[in-house]
């Protein structure tokens, strides 16, 4: 249910393209995969630090360690959503951000995924590659990004 509403939220975001734009190009794309990737990992670090499992470290790390690509797929998204706010600059950005967070706010926690996720953390910033192995992780987690289910009416994501 709570996909439909975030899909539907950003159609709407969306409707006042030109209707030629039946996906997102594959560089907002892939921001709006590595964003929904941080965003849910983000959620997850919160939801588990409330069943014992501290990863809030790892993801801060993680965050650190990869914070000029997470800045650059939000500057992307601000860049896309700012063609439809409007007066209302950085609304549509902020919105959807929010009904991500909400997204994965809802999810199911257990200490098994929780210690899973963090060790995946660990392992992303481990790899210290420069982002090869984050991108990689982040397209396998987040296959259709909710911007593409919302854009591509195609059925097909777009792959960076």
Do not use: W
Not at 92 to 103: G, H, I
Request: charged share 20%; with cysteine; net charge positive.
């Amino acid at each position: 249910m709570r996909g439909g509403v975030l899909a539907l939220a950003a159609l709407s975001f969306v409707a006042a393209q030109p209707a030629q734009a039946a996906c997102i190009d594959s560089p907002v794309a892939s921001a709006a995969r590595l964003h929904e990737f941080e965003t849910m990992m983000l959620v997850v670090s919160l939801r588990c630090s409330r069943v014992g499992v501290d990863m809030r470290g790892n993801y801060d790390g993680l965050v650190a360690s990869y914070r000029d690509h997470f800045e650059s797929a939000a500057t992307k998204l601000r860049v896309f959503f700012s063609a439809l706010d409007g007066a209302r600059k950085g609304s549509a950005y902020d919105r959807y951000t929010t009904q991500l967070a909400n997204k994965y706010g809802g999810g199911s926690t257990s200490t098994e995924n929780c210690h899973m996720m963090d060790g995946l953390t660990t392992e992303i910033v481990k790899a210290r590659d420069g982002g090869p192995m984050l991108m990689a992780v982040a397209n396998a987690m987040i296959q259709r990004s909710a911007l593409e289910t919302a854009t591509c009416t195609t059925g097909v994501a777009l792959r960076p």
